[in-house]
């Protein structure tokens, strides 16, 4: 049996706290440094690696981090997960995310069903629709072939899948498995849907309708300013929708839908990329081999999260090495920069992921910790940042810990060769020199033009992002954001943070509010 | 004259450590509540207000903001700044970006030409040039018109023109105002270029080719990319492409632009979605008109933040507010959290404008300062965000001050009724609850449902998003920056800490490096 202890009641966090600072410029220069980089990184998944060279750590650092691997026994807590006991505590639930793309452990049966077999079924039922409406088989009602699909959901349920599909489209473009364009709708706010719909062809537009409970607003209204917008085009709603949802949602067996594939509670919205929830719309968008080898690089970095060796554990170790910086060298934020446009909205993705799943103050049993958890998280892909917020990070007053991200080749198979080097060169070049920059620095007697460095970064270099290392690369993240709740001993899988907006929010529109809320509620026209 | 200090020397900051903290979970509840809402605002340009009800101050907090304010002679630190003085001092030029949409002192003169006409003559000559490319007098090699204009820039030449355009699809497709569809090309990934290539008809495309000094190194290497493209389609590549630098720039009389336009080193990248960088794109996509009609939304509002009176002068007042908390109140960050997904970029706009103006560690005379500066700046749209990071906000261990922006109507003109409300009403619904449930939260017993409140925002409401709003919701923003720099008295202008990482990535692609740079560029493939 693992226990649930809180952070600071562990000797070795005490002895983290105690260790000595390394000073990271220095160590980064020279052969030390270049040591550094050879030694300091660990295999992934897909031909993937993590090198954490530039993370203020050493030797002496890491055997701590691996004491506290084993005393906060984050492997028996992850085995325990994937083996199917209730980690989800507020909710009661189990926490199955990583078996929608393979088996860790045992068999998990829950309500009589064997998961991994119910999750395995959707696909298919996906993949069979996805290869009918591809083939023609499945048209609209003039017989014509779809061409765009259009996702409707919010949060998790548009986030990680959106993010995939911008990740893959150049992607699936260049190796001839591009299917069908996508769109997301996720806002509210009327202009995002109309904007949406007045990019399209409605006709040839099949919408993915994603709500576990079938009851999210937000996508509620949206279904219906679609369905509006099909009529008056006079087109019939259920001939163009399809809806992602659990079997005992008010959207499992209606009418109004082509189809319906399931998910269930124990996937949560930031972790359901690779459930039915992304499972659709990258089916229908790439078609179902491309998602399934999305899912195999998944299934391959899960299993390296389940070493003990907390060297040998990627996922593990850049949990712990940000426990380290956020716990004890005090560092507020983590910036996600990965060197590639493919994954635009890769951060905005981590940003939901991480944020809602450790921004806790309370531990799994509900009494508050004393201790910071989960970090801000921002990014944008670099060269972009560079132009952009770059400048605090190298010379602002709060240092920020950075994750990169790079690959050595495009995806588009299109470059050009200018001043002797391609941009693809120049891409990698830059994030090279930017990790060096930061750890390193430089002095210049202008304080105005002086780099102090000792800024850490990290960074995954790959080959190229294809599907299956882009699913290595949301399992690596996932794991992450599992064991520092882990150590935190928060609860990542509930979100009982978003309620009290969405109670007050209906009081706003039955007009049952005074004080504060009438007024603005008067001032926004409600 | 005006005289340059810490912010730590000032006897209103120690003031301003010595107040009495609001306790703002109780002043902002009950009938104390409405009237803070009532009276804790200030009016903005364009029907704009801003509120600043849920924030954590009072009348004497106010009090001691004013004689901050006062004391650190920020209105007459603005008039130099429009007046023509050297306000960036690092780089000695002046700072002119304010006179791009109007003029609020004298004029300006710089080697012997009056910097207003200069501005406003660019501008006539990007409106007549766009003028034509809609008439059909300018057209491509075919005698076809241009239906796309692509811009090719990165940072301030993306950033903001990107987020400006995207703030007024929807309105000037209602309007009537859309004349032609704009993509943007930024980063020198090649897939980014190659993807945008792709989703685009080359031969009826109009390419703004945008860099200051022409020398960017991104920019190049994607008008490169570009002329290729051209070339591969057998078109004149010079046909297709315009550009807008500085007049002394190799890109200012090339036979390879079919016309250029100028700004000129006192406008920063960051600040220039006012000068030609913005005018040539937004104009061309939506029309000269449209454009004016945010210059003047953006110099109304400027007129007001030279109001020496703190509570009358939005911009200051939200400036000195953010001091408040930075210096006094010791939170990191700041959400940008825009209810319109019209804004879905602005956020990443103001993360650079003012990460990069704000992020110094060093005052205007090279010394380092002993407080915090600029924080770090985020944000998604709302709805949106509350699906997402929003947990982290109110229920995480760090407190993060809020941004929101609202509008009473949307843009499109298309919208459902669901449950008796539009999604127009939901949208402003869930902005006003989020308001007092991060401000006052609620009690539960279960600690994990439990809200501590005491988490402070602010609004900017608005009655649409029209192209005045925007420019005068940019100026606003762009002020605060200004006045933020100038009490924390740093240069806001330079960016010297870009520059570290451009030199080491141009030793990377020569191949002279050794330590550890040589070795991850050896796993870059590079």
Redesign the interface.
Request: glycine residues 12%.
């Given at each position: 049996m693992v226990s649930w202890n809180n952070l600071d009641t562990l000797k070795s966090f005490e002895a983290l706290k105690a260790t000595k600072r390394v000073p990271l410029a220095k160590v980064?220069?020279?052969?030390e440094?270049?040591q550094?980089?050879?030694n300091y990184w660990v295999r992934m998944a897909e031909g993937l690696?993590y090198?954490y060279?530039?993370k203020e750590v050493d030797d002496e650092i890491l055997k701590v981090l691996s004491d506290l691997a084993e005393e906060a026994q984050l492997a028996d807590k992850f085995a325990e997960l994937y083996n199917g006991a209730v980690i989800n505590t507020?909710e009661k639930r189990l926490v199955l995310h990583q078996l929608t793309r393979g088996q860790l452990g045992n068999d998990v049966v829950a309500e009589g069903v064997n998961k991994r077999e119910f999750y395995v079924g959707e696909q298919k039922k996906i993949a069979e629709f996805a290869n009918k409406v591809h083939s023609g088989e499945i048209t609209n009602a003039a017989g014509e072939k779809f061409t765009t699909v259009v996702q409707i959901g919010?949060?998790?349920s548009?986030?990680g899948p959106r993010a995939m599909y911008l990740a893959l489209?150049?992607w699936a473009?260049q190796t001839g498995n591009f299917k069908m364009e996508a769109k997301f709708i996720?806002?509210?706010?009327?202009?995002?849907?109309?904007?949406v719909?007045?990019s399209i062809d409605v006709a040839h537009s099949l919408f993915v309708l994603v709500s576990k409970s079938g009851t999210t607003?937000?996508t509620?209204?949206?279904e219906?300013?679609v369905k509006?917008a099909l009529k008056n085009a006079g087109l019939d709603a259920s001939k163009h929708m399809i809806a992602v949802t659990s079997e005992t949602s008010p959207l499992a067996k209606s009418a109004d839908y082509l189809a319906a594939f399931f998910m269930d509670d124990y996937i949560g919205?930031?972790f359901s990329s690779t459930s039915a929830v992304g499972g659709a719309v990258l089916s229908l968008a790439y078609g179902p081999e491309v998602f399934a080898k999305f899912l195999e690089g998944a299934a391959e970095e899960d299993k390296l999260a389940t070493n003990k060796d907390l060297l040998k554990n990627p996922a593990m170790l850049d949990a712990l090495i940000g426990i380290y910086e956020r716990n004890v060298l005090g560092y507020?934020?983590t910036a996600v920069l990965p060197?590639?446009?493919?994954l635009s909205r890769f951060p905005?993705h981590l940003?939901?992921a991480d944020?809602?799943?450790?921004?806790?103050?309370?531990n799994r049993f509900?009494?508050?910790?004393s201790?910071?958890?989960?970090?801000?998280?921002?990014g944008?892909?670099?060269?972009?940042g560079?132009?952009?917020?770059?400048?605090?990070?190298?010379?602002?007053?709060?240092i920020?810990p950075l994750q990169f991200v790079?690959f050595?080749r495009?995806?588009?198979?299109?470059?050009?060769i200018?001043?002797?080097?391609?941009?693809?060169?120049?891409?990698?070049?830059?994030?090279?020199?930017?990790?060096?920059?930061f750890?390193?620095?430089?002095e210049d007697e202008?304080?105005?033009?002086?780099?102090?460095g000792g800024r850490p970064s990290s960074?995954i270099?790959g080959e190229q992002l294809t599907p299956e290392a882009l699913g290595a690369l949301l399992s690596h993240f996932e794991n992450k954001i599992m064991f520092q709740g882990f150590v935190w001993n928060v609860?990542s899988f509930?979100?009982?943070?978003?309620?009290?907006?969405?109670?007050?929010?209906?009081?706003?529109?039955a007009h049952e509010t005074?004080?504060?809320?009438?007024?603005?509620?008067d001032?926004?026209?409600?």
């Open positions: 980064m220069s020279g052969d440094g270049a550094r980089v050879k690696s090198n060279a530039a507020g919010i949060g998790g548009d986030l489209e150049n473009k996720s806002n509210v706010d009327p202009d995002d849907a109309a904007g719909l007045k607003l937000e509620l209204t949206n219906s300013f509006d919205g930031r507020d934020s060197y590639s446009q493919a905005a940003q939901q944020m809602e799943s450790n921004g806790k103050s309370v509900g009494e508050p910790v201790y910071k958890t989960g970090p801000v998280i921002f944008e892909p670099g060269t972009n560079q132009h952009s917020f770059y400048q605090l990070l190298h010379q602002g007053t709060d920020i790079g050595k495009n995806q588009a198979g299109m470059d050009v200018i001043q002797g080097s391609t941009s693809q060169q120049k891409l990698c070049a830059n994030v090279a020199a930017q990790i060096i920059a750890a390193c620095g430089k202008n304080k105005n033009k002086n780099f102090e960074i270099i609860n509930d979100q009982e943070g978003v309620q009290l907006g969405k109670v007050l929010a209906k009081k706003v529109l005074d004080g504060a809320l009438k007024v603005f509620s001032l926004l026209n409600i």
